[in-house]
């Protein structure tokens, strides 16, 4: 078989082009970093977890009407997704304080927020993804109000999706990471949940023990991410070897 193309190796994907024009595969890695790749590690089955898992969700969120560039699963490490310009934002959706937000305002991880708040980071490794304003966004051209008005609408959506699907198996989001990218149809161009939802980009906490179940676990030392994962995922119903959800409704009598 012909070579692909690479065009793109970031830290926990690598892109290749599609069979057809308009296509990329996204091939997902077992590398883990954290604090802007300063700790790295090779977490054996991490891809294999976040594809099944991303997926999942994708398709979750089409289901309900929202717009992903997700076309197909491939195989265990690789899915099909569409092509887009992805915009240099990370757009990040919280329901409880934790990590850089409970640093910067001095507030205890884990307090609920009055609302769902919604900040965006300009996505540059080099600067460490610094938060921005929309200020900053219109200035320097990142996005329109259009862009804003259609970005803010999708992840308050992605949050109400995922906060009930991961209820349901008993886990609180606590606060993820959107991407969003532009697909182009002939002279219309629509914006599109792009790039993964996985735990890499969650935080994800039991309800009762308020284990986790994320990337915090490898960031802060606490345990096995796979297991983490894992957990997820069983929880989900999306291994072979299911186990009984944890955490499902349980009726009172
Ligand atoms: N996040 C991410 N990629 C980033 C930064 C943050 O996926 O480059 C996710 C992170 O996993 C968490 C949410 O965005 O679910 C909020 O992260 P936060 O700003 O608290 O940053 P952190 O404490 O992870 O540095």
């Known amino acids: 078989m012909a070579r692909r193309k690479k065009i793109y190796e ?13 296509t990329i595969v996204q091939y997902f890695k077992d590398d ?16 294999v977890l976040n594809n099944i898992l991303s997926e999942y969700f994708m398709l979750g969120l089409a289901n309900v009407g929202v717009p992903t560039h997700f076309l197909k699963r491939l195989n265990m ?3 099909l997704v ?10 990040i959706v ?27 980071c300009y996505k540059e490794d080099k600067l460490g993804d610094p938060l921005v304003t929309e200020e900053h966004i219109a200035a320097f ?14 992840a308050l959506r992605v949050n109400d999706f995922l906060s009930g699907v991961m209820y349901g198996v008993g886990i609180k989001l606590v606060d993820f990471k959107i991407e969003i990218g532009r697909v182009f149809e002939g002279d219309f161009q629509r914006l599109v949940v792009a790039d993964e939802i996985s735990p890499d980009s969650c935080r994800l906490w039991d309800l009762e023990t308020g284990e986790k179940l994320d990337k915090d676990v490898f960031r802060r030392d606490l345990g096995s991410l796979t297991d983490a994962y894992t957990e997820v995922a069983n929880r989900l119903g999306l291994l072979p070897k299911n186990q009984p959800p944890m955490g499902k409704p349980t009726l009172i009598n």
């Open 10 to 22: 970031g830290k926990a994907k690598t892109l290749y082009e599609g069979p057809e024009p308009g």
């Open 32 to 47: 883990a970093t954290a604090f802007n790749a300063e700790k790295k590690d090779v977490i054996e089955g991490k891809g």
């Open 77 to 79: 490490r690789e899915q």
């Open 82 to 91: 569409r092509s887009c310009e992805i915009i240099p934002l990370e757009v």
């Open 94 to 120: 919280r329901n409880y304080a934790a990590g850089s937000m409970s640093k910067r305002l001095g507030i205890e991880e884990g307090t609920q927020l009055p609302r769902p708040i919604v900040e965006y």
């Open 141 to 154: 051209g990142w996005a329109t109000q259009q862009d804003m008005d259609d970005i803010l609408s999708l």
